[in-house]
């Protein structure tokens, strides 16, 4: 079995384009598209490796797998500065609610007195 079936192609061609559009979903923040991809591509990943890849396509699975990598590691680096984002927004909304909430009481008071 030294070139791949059809269906090896497929699935393959499959996880490549998996992986980009994940990238992309990632750069537009659509995590929910993201993590439904993701289960995706991890599922036929693991199909496709069920067995060894033969010996004639492992320099181009490892380029492959290369450009996978770094798409994932560009798709956490995303992750981790959207989760930084909202943490700020998070920290400014409760600031806001706090602002909120003492200006609510000086009013109480006001119309009690």
Known sequence: MSSPTRLEQ????TILDLST???EHAETRDWTALESLM???DKLLKLYFKE???AS???TLREQIAMIQSNDH???ELTKQNRELLEDE???LTQARQVISSYQQKL????QD
């Open 10 to 13: 497929q699935q393959w061609s």
């Open 21 to 23: 559009r994940m990238l």
């Open 39 to 41: 289960t995706a591509r």
């Open 52 to 54: 060894d890849a033969p």
């Open 57 to 59: 396509r492992r320099e």
């Open 74 to 76: 560009l798709i956490v």
């Open 90 to 92: 998070l920290i400014r």
């Open 108 to 111: 109480q008071r006001f119309t």
